[in-house]
Each structure stands twice: as structure tokens, then as C-alpha cells.
């Protein structure tokens, strides 16, 4: 993977954390592991399809 690459992506994920650390805040706790597990699935799935 390139450094424009990694970048891209690393941009990306900074996407993503804002829009969770916002919906959290405005959600109430209980729901906050439930969005943080789908999250981490969505960047698992998304990590995997980018390795392959």
C-alpha cells in the first residue's frame, strides 16, 4: 500500500470516528456498544477487503 494510500484511508477513518464520537453523543450509553460492535464490524469487513 502506498503513503497516498494509507492516507486516504487513515482520512477516511477519521470520517468515520467523527461521525460515531457525534452519534454518541447523542445517543444514550446503552446504545454506544452496540454502534462501537457495528463499527468495528464495518472496518473489519472493510480492513479484509482491502488486505485481499
Known amino acids: 500500500?502506498?503513503?497516498?494510500?494509507?492516507?486516504?484511508?487513515?482520512?477516511?477513518?477519521?470520517?468515520?470516528?467523527?461521525?460515531?464520537?457525534?452519534?454518541?453523543?447523542?445517543?444514550n450509553i446503552a446504545s454506544r456498544k452496540s454502534t462501537a460492535d457495528l463499527v468495528e464490524v464495518l472496518l473489519a469487513d472493510r480492513l479484509d477487503s482491502k488486505v485481499a
Open 1 to 27: 500500500m502506498s503513503n497516498d494510500e494509507k492516507i486516504a484511508v487513515a482520512e477516511q477513518r477519521i470520517i468515520e470516528l467523527r461521525t460515531l464520537i457525534k452519534h454518541w453523543k447523542t445517543s
